[in-house]
């Protein structure tokens, strides 16, 4: 294998980098509200599945009144 050339190594690093579709703006910013939502929703999720969990366990081992 031959030994790749650093210079043409960066020119083959660049023309890919012009090829790349970058996000606008605005949908970066819908992304992560999305990000944020979802996280807050998943938060909540395993909160209340937490809580039944920990009530069930209770129930079972004698310990929930």
Known sequence: MAKPNPVEFLQEV????????WP????????TGMVFLLVIVASIFFLLADMVIR????LVLGIGR
């Open 55 to 58: 009530w069930g366990v209770g």
């Open 24 to 31: 606008t703006r605005k949908e970066t910013m819908i992304t």
């Open 14 to 21: 660049q023309a890919e980098g012009k090829k790349v579709s």
